[in-house]
């Protein structure tokens, strides 16, 4: 039987929901979008030092300061040629740009960076966003789901509608138009939870980008206040701490990179994920057969049964056992 305790799923979006690093009917993706926005904001040089630091999973916060950086003797350069861009096409690009109200987006002499990043959010946007839901020639929309994704998440939904309590979030370097509309055209349940960049990118603090973005702990940790929030939990009460930490035995966090995504949750202290490219359809099929379990023990607990007085991992196949609950490889060294 469920008590009020409620768990949350929180899953990365690219590669682990939806496969962006696939080409569009149109021969777009997120990669090749960021290539064509830094072109058109930094030019030749631009391209050049993304073609050589690459992305890796960089929100477009930490890739604007890694271009400007990596530079130095052309940084000046590189904003000159960001500020033709503003003065060119800003008007257009700030329709894409969650912090930018009204249609206006304003240079900010102090931090040009701020802008920069804003209208690399903006211009990849612009590139992607009427990709979504493009049917390729076997009928296929994109982004493409995930093997697994699609039951998953109708699994999650089902369990939901007969009690379970079950929370999803989504937590993703991206951005939560292009997440919102790939949901939607794959006429899925929006997540209750969605924290992306645009989310962080306004933020003044945790000032350090080792803390602000994946693998650093922000990003869940203000997933996890979020969904504390939805539950009515305040912090202003004085056994929201005690209350906070012990939630996080409830949260069961998913990605396919072991390092930024696994590295997060367990620097954020969250004991349980699963990492990398874990097939959906055993976490679904755990989650279906397990239901009952779901009363207030922890992720761990319902993970692990036990069997003559042994605990077995006998909710998952044996290729899992050994990627579920371990710490990522370079926190052990």
Not at 271 to 284: E, R
Request: some cysteine; proline content about 6%; glycine content about 6%.
């Amino acid at each position: 039987m469920h008590n009020n305790k409620r768990y949350l799923i929180v899953s990365d979006f690219d590669e682990t929901l939806f496969y962006t690093s696939v080409d569009s009917p149109d021969k777009m993706n997120v990669k090749k979008a960021y290539e064509l926005a830094i072109a058109k904001i930094f030019g030749e040089l631009g391209t050049y030092i993304f073609e050589t630091i690459g992305l890796h999973g960089r929100t477009p916060s930490e890739l604007t300061s890694d271009i400007l950086d990596w530079a130095k003797d052309e940084k000046a350069n590189l904003i000159q040629k960001a500020l033709d861009f503003f003065n060119r096409e800003g008007a257009q690009v700030a329709q894409l740009i969650p912090e930018s109200k009204s249609n206006s987006l304003i240079w900010n002499e102090r931090s040009p960076e701020i802008t920069i990043t804003q209208m690399l959010v903006g211009t990849k946007l612009s590139y992607l966003i009427n990709e979504i839901g493009k049917k390729d020639w076997a009928g296929e929309m994109w982004p493409r789901p995930c093997s697994g994704a699609l039951e998953f998440m109708h699994a999650l939904e089902r369990l939901k509608e007969e009690g379970a309590p079950l929370d999803f979030a989504v937590l993703s370097s991206g951005h939560e138009l292009f997440i919102r509309k790939s949901f939607a055209v794959w006429d899925l349940p929006q997540p209750e939870i969605i924290v992306t960049e645009d989310d962080i990118r306004p933020r003044k603090y945790p000032e350090g980008k080792d803390t602000r973005f994946k693998p650093g702990p922000f990003p869940i940790a203000l997933t996890h206040f979020k969904w504390l929030r939805r539950q009515g939990i305040s912090s202003d009460n004085p056994s929201f701490m005690a209350n906070a930490m012990e939630s996080k035995n409830r949260i069961l966090c998913i990605g396919d990179d072991p390092y930024r995504d696994s590295l997060m949750a367990h620097r954020a202290k969250i004991k349980s994920y699963l990492y990398p490219h874990t097939p959906l359809i055993a976490i679904t099929d755990a989650l279906r057969e397990n239901s009952s379990l779901l009363d207030g023990r922890s992720f761990a607990e319902i993970f692990v049964a036990e069997r003559n007085g042994v605990e077995v991992d006998s909710l998952l196949p044996d290729n899992l056992r050994r990627r579920i609950f371990r710490l990522p490889s370079k926190e052990r060294l």
